[in-house]
């Protein structure tokens, strides 16, 4: 007899489905002869990571020092902090003992920053904008920022950009060629400084196919998992998502199904462009059309409406943010339960 | 010397505004002779849902199974989870122990529900919808339904509606409107098919002040924080903002004030009449244009940016998706450090 499932809402991760999802773009890096360093802030699970790992990843992307100690205590050494980190003296020891214990790099994007990661032991890596207009510096700025940065003191390893404009719909190929464009015109203004760069790096998952010349080394996080907003831009086929909310159906209050899955476990995400709060992964047509605490109410787009009781499974609109709700992963394998995977790292925003 | 502060970004309670906001809400509802029964699925901790009961709330509302398990834990023995819960045979022997400790009353609309609900030791609430389509039957539905579930062996206590399309520009007094239309039309109902209701409940904090007549209970939730969305709505003050999130500069890239709040920590809500993804307590013109999941961009409308290093107040959005993202609250009073309570309740969603 197999184990009981949880009490539904819970996020379900498909094992067969991730394994050929890490392995598929391990592949992909590997045959382009980039180094795939996976943004593990989506899954926030040594489990995963070794996984990753286990395929050929080089290293581990994350956005915090949090994640960075959680990662470290599992066992990885080499760890990129894809973040303008701003030292105050708590952050600095924290970092300090990261560095004692293994390769750690870390993002600036203003010579104060680096002013502040120079001394504790940590690569600096130069971030530019390619045209997400979130962080980092002009391409053409990043040449004087790093030579003022070693100047300072800092060891500048390379450059990174985040293509977070990839997100929308028709921009993922427009995205990965201004991506590429960044990296080489950066890469260039700091060489001509005299900081020729080890590391250039880039990638997100919809830009991911897209990838232009001239990286080094990739970061994308969502394509273990992929969810709704990969499979709406075109990223990922329904086949390729890994993760699921797993749901009740508790009321059919206006003939619409009204699901126990809200924004508490699925988060709230919904950008411009998405058509709704979340998808069906065996209702192709229906879409979330509102979204609260604990009630997903989905348009079955004229399908009959699976009964009271029954369960669902619905597809977040953005794994990263679904996955900090909760404690941990119900691994299924065949919808038989194999394993739960605890999500380490849930919370670590500092 | 005062205790430090966490590390930025962390969610900070104002003690003197919380304390002023659920008395505030208190007097109103007893001035009316109103039964207050909080939702504490916005705080989630039992040390705020104490105060609320010594201010003189009734009982508590919570959205789950999960949630009232933890209150009851901690000594609350009076409560309503307004929820259509669907009770599998798990799900049953939970609120069968609940209801052997005190007093558990449990939203249903169909009569499926209800049949599931008769013989576990707690009364049910007919829900209806008021106009926020969501969950609940029509008003004049439910006298057929409680007559039915009565005769299937439910206890039927009352009625309740939650109107959420108080959330809105303009809609607040609509919305209560509806709200005590609907509870009385359906009260009417259930008296015709001789149920009569004890328990008349309704309420949302935007539509509070606008409460109709027959109602003997209302159930406001966000109330004890406030948040960007009662600013915005004009259901608040800034000076009745209790929750805010420190979040540091980190980056002053294209000019604006790049924070390390992001959705991971103030959630992703962006209802569609929303001006920005949360705001800045003290600068009110400050939207924040751009949430990723370690990053908000704010737009200052032109004022001088706070220095890199400098901690900023950001206001979330929906305070009750915000506390669900962390383990604690850090307690101020005066700026300084006067606790830390538990979000004993975080992730509780089943």
């Known amino acids: 007899m197999s184990?009981?499932?949880?009490?539904?809402?819970?996020l379900a991760l498909d094992l067969p489905v991730l394994d050929a999802n890490i392995e598929r773009v391990a592949d992909w890096a590997a045959e382009r002869g980039l180094a795939l360093r996976p943004h593990v802030k989506t899954h926030k699970s040594p489990e995963i990571g070794h996984r990753q790992s286990e395929a050929g990843a080089s290293g581990i992307t994350v956005a915090t020092i949090g994640e960075a100690e959680v990662f470290a205590q599992a066992g990885f050494d080499d760890v990129?902090?894809?973040?303008?980190?701003?030292?105050?003296a708590e952050r600095a020891s924290r970092l300090r003992r990261l560095a004692a214990e293994g390769t750690v790099r870390v993002g600036f994007d203003s010579l104060e920053a680096a002013r502040r990661l120079a001394g504790v032991g940590v690569e600096g890596i130069v971030e530019v904008d390619s045209g997400h207009h979130r962080s980092g510096v002009l391409p053409d700025e990043a040449g004087e920022l790093a030579a003022q940065a070693a100047d300072a003191g800092l060891v500048v390893a390379g450059v990174f950009t985040f293509p977070g404009?990839?997100?929308?719909?028709?921009?993922?190929?427009?995205a990965a060629a201004q991506e590429a464009s960044a990296l080489r015109v950066a890469s260039a203004a700091m060489t001509a400084a005299g900081i020729v760069p080890r590391i250039i790096s880039g990638g997100s998952t919809p830009s991911l196919a897209a990838t232009g010349e001239g990286l080094t080394e990739t970061r994308p996080g969502v394509y273990v998992f992929n969810d709704a907003q990969q499979w709406e831009l075109g990223a990922c086929v329904p086949e390729q998502i890994a993760l699921t909310c797993h749901a009740t159906v508790v009321s059919h209050?206006?003939?619409?199904?009204?699901?126990?899955a809200g924004s508490k476990v699925l988060g709230a995400d919904k950008a411009a462009w998405a058509s709704g709060f979340g998808r069906l992964l065996d209702h192709p047509q229906a879409r979330?059309?509102?979204?609260?605490?604990?009630?997903?109410v989905a348009d079955l787009d004229g399908e009959p409406l699976p009964p009271l009781g029954s369960t669902v499974r619905v597809v977040p609109n953005h794994a990263c943010n679904a996955v900090n709700l909760v404690d941990e992963f119900t691994v299924l394998s065949q919808g038989r339960l194999v394993g739960r995977w605890d999500v380490a790292a849930r919370g670590m925003n500092a």
């Open 165 to 174: 404009h990839s997100y929308g719909p028709e921009a993922r190929i427009g």
């Open 3 to 10: 184990r009981p499932l949880p009490a539904t809402p819970f």
């Open 288 to 296: 979330i059309v509102l979204l609260s605490e604990h009630h997903a």
């Open 80 to 88: 990129f902090i894809a973040y303008p980190v701003w030292l105050d």
């Open 253 to 260: 209050a206006g003939g619409r199904l009204v699901l126990d």
